[in-house]
Each structure stands twice: as structure tokens, then as C-alpha cells.
Nanobody
């Protein structure tokens, strides 16, 4: 069982930056597919970025390419999302998610474990 705890959300002005963190614990898998998702009230959860911890290969949603960077520190079992050039459309609850061993893209259905979320508000 993978436990995920996000942090780093907050309020920022348009054009600003935030870095989200997600600490993973309680698992013995050698590799994880880890992703960041976001959701606003009344809308479906959407994938933002993913990274496969075995190779470091990452993938991004078109809406965040060139502005967001996902990374993973294997030694700290921590996932990051560096968000730059934020705009009000990035306002959402951001969730960290993980799936053992296999990456199945940015669909939420491809992830088994989820954190509780951290709010990002851009004004």
C-alpha cells in the first residue's frame, strides 16, 4: 500500500511560481509511475504530468508544457511539481497519484493510490 502526502500549495499572483511536493511511503515496489492531477469543482480530474521513477521519463499535458516540470528524488521518495508562469486557469486542487510498476498515461483510471490534495490558487 502506497501512502502519499502532498504539500506546497498556496496562493500566488499570476506569473508566479510554486513547487508542490509529494512524499511516498509504505511500499516495496521497485518502480512507480507517479503523476500530478488537478481538479476544480464540477469538472473531471485531469492529468498534468507523470514520471516513471525507473527511468525518469516524463510526460506533460499540453496545457502545462514549458511551464511545469515534474521530477522525482529516489533517495527521498519524493515527487515534485515545479510550476512557473502560473495563470488563473491553473487554480485547482492538485493531487499526487501513483501506480505500481507500469505507466498508463495521464488518465486518472491508470492510478491506484492517491493523496489528499493541496490547493493552488492563482489570482
Amino acid at each position: 500500500h502506497v501512502q502519499l502526502v502532498e504539500s506546497g500549495g498556496g496562493s500566488v499572483q499570476a506569473g508566479g511560481s510554486l513547487r508542490l511536493s509529494c512524499v511516498a511511503s509504505g511500499y516495496a515496489y521497485s518502480r512507480l509511475c507517479m503523476g500530478w492531477f488537478r481538479q476544480t469543482p464540477g469538472k473531471e480530474r485531469e492529468g498534468v504530468a507523470l514520471i516513471y521513477t525507473g527511468t525518469g521519463i516524463a510526460s506533460y499535458a499540453d496545457s502545462v508544457k514549458g511551464r511545469f516540470t515534474i521530477s522525482h528524488d529516489n533517495a527521498k521518495n519524493t515527487l515534485y511539481l515545479q510550476m512557473n508562469s502560473l495563470n488563473p486557469e491553473d487554480t485547482a486542487m492538485y493531487y499526487c497519484a501513483a501506480n505500481p510498476l507500469v505507466c498508463r498515461g495521464l488518465s486518472p483510471r491508470g492510478y491506484v493510490y492517491w493523496g489528499q490534495g493541496t490547493q493552488v490558487t492563482v489570482s
